[in-house]
Nanobody
Framework: QVQLVESGGGLVQPGGSLRLSCAAS????????MNWYRQAPGKQRELVAS???????NYADSVKGRFTISRDNAKNTVVLQMNSLKPEDTAVYYC?????????????WGQGTQVTVSS
């Protein structure tokens, strides 16, 4: 069974920084794309950042220049470094992984971690 476990959320003042981590565990053969999504109250879940197993990255326009996604393929982890946080970054952040386990490819989600940006 695959599990994605997130950590690092919390309360931070505007302009501050947070670092989110996500660790995938289980009999994983390979992880293709690892993404971070977020969902604010009353809004749809949106893609924040993605990274391929080759290291290619993509960001939502709203976070470009402020957020950085990185991963460690050996440890099956992905990190989202969030700087210059704004109140509109407040949301539940979810880790996502497209991976191969037990000869099957599938999509897995973490349980979510709350990020609140407020003074």
């Amino acid at each position: 069974q695959v599990q994605l476990v997130e950590s690092g959320g919390g309360l931070v003042q505007p302009g501050g920084s947070l670092r989110l981590s996500c660790a995938a565990s289980g009999s994983i053969s390979i992880i293709y794309t690892m993404n971070w999504y977020r969902q604010a109250p009353g809004k749809q879940r949106e893609l924040v950042a993605s990274i391929t197993n080759a290291g290619g990255t993509n960001y939502a326009d709203s976070v470009k220049g402020r957020f950085t996604i990185s991963r460690d393929n050996a440890k099956n982890t992905v990190v989202l470094q969030m700087n210059s946080l704004k109140p509109e970054d407040t949301a539940v952040y979810y880790c996502y992984a497209d991976l191969f386990v037990n000869l099957q490819r599938g999509i897995y989600w973490g349980q979510g971690t709350q990020v609140t940006v407020s003074s």
